[in-house]
């Protein structure tokens, strides 16, 4: 007690001095305007003994999408610490580096503080009115003379849910589908490939669900660096007995926890899934049951299987027979078994042949469905899956609705507005109903030639909404096209790299956006698990909440009343529970609806009350449900459902939060049955076979039509389960045991994708020029979300002797995404404080490369990068690794001096994707960072 005392007492006496110090500088700067005889010496007040009331505000981390809760202690409006939640059955009062620091985001001196305009290549300040003003009128002027789709709205991530699904309204009355945000280039494969695989594009168990495993599948996953408290479930599997494998090209932090590690050749995750799965079939350790009943196209995924045998897969990923067996028989051996994958699954342009192949994986071993099993997908940032449930997505409406006519008429009819009005807004109607352009190709549609690209104008001006610029590839195209825009308006609490890599001198915005922890509203975990964020604090200096600028912006454009027409404005800031209860009357396809402002408020209120295994709350005010109400959560609120923990699980009713795979694709297929068998259903379900999903039609014809009230059956007549406003469908059904989507097979051959059965393609890049002949990429393509994108013309050069290392990149437990914020946070910046690339020792000899001096990474691109070299045997000979977090460099040169005063971060570096090189998707437009090549040489 002594030491705490004596050390707090000096404290004291330090700030007394550096408070009497400020004063007597202030007083001597003002001793030669002031006569002598009023100077006189200044005394700091004496620091008060009484304490300060203080309350707690119940927040959530704004990193990765764990979700853990954070206790933000508030004294007379000022947050002055923040604590650990012991009561949040997801973190149980455990952080990360980034989740300790994040008080430090809310008041950085980083922060952009005011509205700033470019003029002749300095920042300066204006006022908000200003701003709205000279953005909004030259929009204007640019949709009169351009249209509509000269404007690219990139939205954020980190938006809450409120946000998120308010951007993309507004984008709709603005009458684009130019939008887009983060998760396109994170996670865009994983949602389209277990949708169409499953039913739903999301994680199907949770993060706590491990605890029931018994072995578990890391792939292109580290999650002890990119979702650390999530680690603390597999560990406590791993101490229950649960098997480890970890596959990855570099050994990781998370690896060194494995039992069983495979180094894997980038890019050859097919070949590897299928070899696991040879073994798995000649072995008969697959789920004959489940396969049988629950899937569909099963015999042609085995067909493709068998043609990887033990040589081929060894010879096209690098892993020895005897480690792919041992994969195998770990997952088949001990079961329930688990898969887990990130970006280094998702980041390929096979990327959603990659997905559906681990999606395939765990249907044949009958994963999916149960606990312990699953598909589970660890997301990015804080609230990457509720924005891409409800956000700004160019290929759809809130939901997942899409963008045919029938779902604009249904968020028509939500929002009270005339579908014909929305329709006025657009280009045309073949715009309206048209994917927009995507944010990993914002820049092409700026670059290329006007009579290639699928709209009637190049973009002119792009907003950047809460994303990095630097998380995106091709950087040199990227800054190119930034010079050609009109406009150019960066929307942030942070002046992220877009404000400094432009190269412009004018034409450029900067507004101060407030953080999340200076809002309030919903963010959804990557286990679907949606919490309810207090505000801690006012917006601080001149920032304004996100939401308040999408109105003020609506205002000047012309279409705040039809924003905001269900929803209440209060000093301009449209009310955030209101907007949520407009997404619970729409968003009906994927269960937002019965997740009130109410209950989840309830449920941040009675963490405590949740079993950190199962998140089922056993005793108290939601006793019954499961922790944030995970989406599906049927009907209205007033449904009481609890959300559905565990996708697919036949062993609990729908009403208990059970289901089967979603029958999205028809009844049948070339004459084959699409629905699942007879008996396989739900628990109490009154149909004991497969059924399509419900409409009035099917309601009428099993005589549960009279089960609605007059009311709802007005408002149900002519609609489906996910058109019906009045949630009656969706009760009937549910009362009788039903899922309202059916209940139909997993689709191991989706036919409407580019192929039908995953097969492997050699990267765009490959240094195995003997392997492109034989697993060749996609033929080029003409029109790919508006425009031209490239497969085999990319693929034709061979840069493999000039570039002779493979290059891929990941994540760091220190930084968050771009890194911006986490760069400007002073207790992370100390930990992790230059950009590194890791090359393997042997490679470091022949470069003359030596740890912790300068090399330049090129690449085919013509990029230089100057930064660290790491040389470690966490990689291997032939291939290097760099993280993805850094920015504020330009091939070799320091930005600092681009940036607003004082807006640089602390710690800047070159952004690897500045080297990335050419690669997208042929499904999502998902860029390519996983595999290309380069060189280094010592600088």
């Known amino acids: 007690m002594s030491l705490v005392k004596s050390t707090r007492d000096s404290a004291l006496k330090r700030r007394r001095f550096l408070v009497g110090a400020g004063v007597a500088a202030g007083a001597g700067a003002l001793a030669r305007h002031l006569p002598l005889n009023v100077i006189e010496p200044a005394q700091a007040d004496p620091v008060p003994n009484t304490p300060v009331p203080t309350e707690v505000k119940r927040t959530v981390c704004s990193h990765c999408s764990v979700g853990c809760s954070v206790d933000a202690v508030v004294a007379n409006g000022v947050w002055v610490r923040q604590e650990a939640a012991f009561d949040s059955p997801i973190n149980m009062g455990a952080h990360c580096a980034k989740g300790a620091s994040v008080r430090e985001h809310a008041f950085g001196e980083h922060r952009l503080r005011y509205p700033m305009k470019l003029v002749n290549g300095k920042y300066q300040r204006i006022s908000w009115d200003q701003a709205i003003d000279e953005i909004g009128d030259k929009l204007l002027h640019l949709r009169k003379e351009a249209g509509p789709d000269a404007l690219m709205l990139i939205g954020s991530s980190k938006h809450n849910n409120e946000q998120a699904y308010l951007l993309r309204k507004f984008m709709s009355f603005w009458g684009s589908n130019n939008c887009d945000h983060q998760a396109r280039i994170c996670h865009s494969t994983t949602v389209a490939g277990v949708a169409q695989t499953f039913g739903y594009g999301a994680m199907t168990n949770s993060f706590n669900d491990l605890h029931y495993s018994k072995a578990v599948l890391f792939i292109g996953s580290n999650p002890a660096e990119a979702h650390p408290i999530s680690m603390l479930h597999f560990l406590h599997a791993k101490e229950l007995g649960a098997k480890m494998i970890v596959i990855d090209p570099r050994f990781t932090r998370t690896a060194r926890f494995a039992d069983h590690y495979v180094r894997v050749r980038p890019g050859t995750d097919i070949p590897l899934v299928w070899g696991i799965l040879w073994h798995i079939f000649n072995n008969g350790w697959e789920d004959k049951k489940f396969i049988e009943e629950r899937t569909w196209g099963m015999d042609d995924v085995r067909a493709e299987v068998m043609k990887w045998t033990p040589d081929k897969v060894s010879d096209v990923t690098g892993v020895p027979e005897s480690a792919v067996r041992l994969a195998a028989e770990m997952l088949a051996t001990n079961r329930p078994s688990s898969v887990v994958w990130c970006m280094g699954i998702t980041q390929h342009h096979v990327g959603t042949a990659n997905v559906r192949a681990l999606s395939i994986l765990q249907l044949v071993l009958g994963n999916i469905g149960i606990p312990g099993g699953g598909a589970n997908i660890y997301r990015g940032h804080d609230n990457v899956q509720g924005a891409t449930d409800v956000g700004p997505n160019g290929d759809s409406l809130p939901g997942y609705y899409g963008l045919a006519e029938g779902a604009w008429k249904h968020f028509a009819n939500v929002w009270g507005v005339d579908y014909e009005w929305i329709k006025s807004r657009f280009g045309s109607k073949e715009l309206m109903e048209k994917p927009g352009i995507t944010v990993s190709r914002w820049f092409d549609a700026v670059n290329e030639e006007n009579q290639f690209i699928d709209q009637p104008s190049n973009l002119r001006a792009v907003f950047y909404w809460g994303h990095a610029p630097n998380s995106q590839t091709r950087l040199p195209d990227m800054k190119a096209a930034m010079q050609k825009l009109d406009m150019m308006v960066v929307i942030d609490p942070y002046p992220s790299m877009t404000a400094a890599m432009h190269g412009r001198t004018d034409g450029v915005y900067l507004l101060p956006a407030a953080s999340q922890f200076e809002t309030q509203g919903s963010c959804t975990a990557s286990n679907r698990s949606i919490q309810w964020r207090e505000r801690v604090i006012q917006p601080l200096f001149e920032c304004k909440t996100d939401h308040e600028i999408m109105y003020l912006f609506a205002r000047k454009l012309g279409f705040a009343e039809e924003l905001c027409k269900n929803i209440k404005v ?370």
């Open 570 to 939: 209060v000093h301009n800031e449209p009310v955030v529970e209101d907007i949520l209860r407009e997404i619970n009357r729409s968003c009906w396809t994927i269960g937002y609806t019965g997740c009130s402002p109410e209950r989840l408020k309830l449920h941040m209120e009675n963490k405590h009350t949740f079993n950190p295994t199962t998140l089922r709350a056993d005793s108290g005010p939601c006793k019954g449900d499961y922790y944030g109400l995970p989406w599906p959560c049927w009907g209205t609120p007033e449904m009481k459902h609890p959300g559905t923990p565990i996708l697919y699980d036949l062993s609990k009713s729908v009403a208990e939060g059970g289901l089967p795979f979603r029958a999205n694709w028809g009844v049948e297929h070339n004459g084959s049955s699409l629905l699942a068998a007879d008996g396989s259903t739900n628990k109490n379900s009154e149909l004991d076979f497969g059924y399509p999903e419900f409409d009035h039609v099917f309601l009428k014809k099993l005589g549960w039509w009279a089960e609605l009230t007059p009311a709802e059956q007005a408002m149900a007549e002519g609609k489906n389960w996910k058109t019906d406003l009045s949630g009656g469908i969706i009760r009937v059904v549910i009362a009788h045991g039903c899922a309202p989507y059916g209940n139909a097979r997993a689709r191991c051959n989706v036919w409407n994708f580019p192929d039908p059965v995953p097969v492997h393609r050699e990267p765009l890049a490959s240094p195995r020029r003997d392997l492109v002949a034989k697993y060749p990429t996609y033929d080029d393509k003409a029109n790919h979300w508006r425009l031209p994108t490239l497969y085999k013309s990319v693929q034709a050069v061979d840069y493999s002797k000039d570039f002779p290392l493979i290059m891929t990149s990941g994540r760091l437990v220190e930084y968050e995404g771009g890194g911006e914020e986490t760069r400007s946070n002073p207790w992370l910046a100390e930990l992790q404080q230059n950009m590194f690339v890791e090359i393997n020792p042997r490679d470091a000899v022949q470069i003359g490369a030596k740890l912790g001096e300068y090399v330049w990474l090129e690449t085919p691109t013509g990029a230089r990068l100057k930064m660290m070299a790491m040389v470690t045997e966490r990689v291997p000979v032939g291939l290097v690794w760099a993280p993805f977090h850094f920015g504020g460099w330009w091939m070799g040169e320091d930005l600092e001096r681009h940036y607003p005063e004082h807006g640089a971060p602390i710690v800047r570096g070159e952004a690897i994707n500045t080297g990335w090189t050419y690669g997208y998707d042929a499904v999502t437009m998902m860029q390519e960072t996983k595999v290309s090549l380069c060189r280094v040489v010592r600088a």
